[in-house]
């Protein structure tokens, strides 16, 4: 069945910190991964997506994701987190032919001072 | 690109009754997706249309969940007889469709509330 996993259900990281978030997806073939924010109340924004190519991929705000396949997984990192960045992270996988995505159950990110 | 667009963006409700929302896409994308996504979950697939055509429904949505598109344009989600498992955050997403796993755009979500 296909999956993806986030291991990680909160972090509490120091602004001005580096950020890493697991994700691990179990997949047949290679699937096309995202990684979504969602802050409280709200709906999901884009942060990057990995189709194919290059394994480190450049998204918004100032993060990245590197694919790697030997390990099943795409994490998401950010050398210096901002208070701003406190939200609910989203790692999402999907496969050519089949529409819908799958998503983590999500990492919560909380920014201390 | 105003982006996606839910409406209402909160609805409380009494177990038993009806409710309906609207999810208006990115203009010109031509596919629509409905998710549903509980307290401290993840968002999970319940339906998506290629145009007009429902292509994939989730065994999620039970008998008393309904979506329709009819032009290709706006969708609308039904939920008859609403139960309080039905509370939970509605999200819309859209993407064009050129073949393959598109990006999916999402809005800001109905969150409903069954009293």
């Known amino acids: 069945a296909q999956s993806v996993t986030q291991p990680d259900i909160h972090i509490t990281v120091s602004e001005g910190a580096s950020l890493e978030l697991r994700c691990n997806y179990s997949?047949?073939?290679?699937?096309?991964l995202f990684w979504y924010v969602q802050s409280p109340g709200q709906g999901l924004q884009l942060l990057l997506k990995y189709f194919s190519g290059d394994t480190l991929v450049q998204g918004i705000k100032g993060f990245e994701a590197e694919f790697k396949r030997s390990q099943s997984s795409f994490n998401l990192r950010k050398p210096s987190v901002h208070w701003s960045d406190a939200a609910e992270y989203f790692c999402a996988g999907g496969i050519f032919g089949n529409e819908k995505l799958t998503f983590g159950t999500g990492t919560r990110l909380t920014i201390i001072p | 690109d105003t982006g996606v667009s839910q409406d209402p963006r909160h609805k409380i409700t009494k177990r038993g009754q009806n409710v309906t929302f609207r999810c208006d896409p990115i203009?010109?994308?031509?596919?629509l997706y409905w998710y549903r996504q509980t307290l401290g979950q993840g968002p999970e697939f319940l339906t998506y249309f290629q145009n007009e055509a429902q292509l994939e429904k989730s065994r999620l949505l039970s008998d008393r969940f309904s979506a329709e598109r009819p032009k290709g344009s706006f969708s609308t989600l039904e939920i008859q007889r609403t139960e309080q498992g039905d509370s939970a955050m509605y999200l819309c997403?859209?993407?064009?469709?050129?073949?393959?796993?598109?990006?999916?755009?999402f809005g800001p979500g109905t969150r409903l509330l069954v009293l």
């Open positions: 997403a859209s993407s064009s469709g050129g073949g393959g796993v598109e990006t999916q755009y």
């Open positions: 203009s010109e994308h031509n596919r």
């Open positions: 997949y047949g073939a290679t699937p096309y």
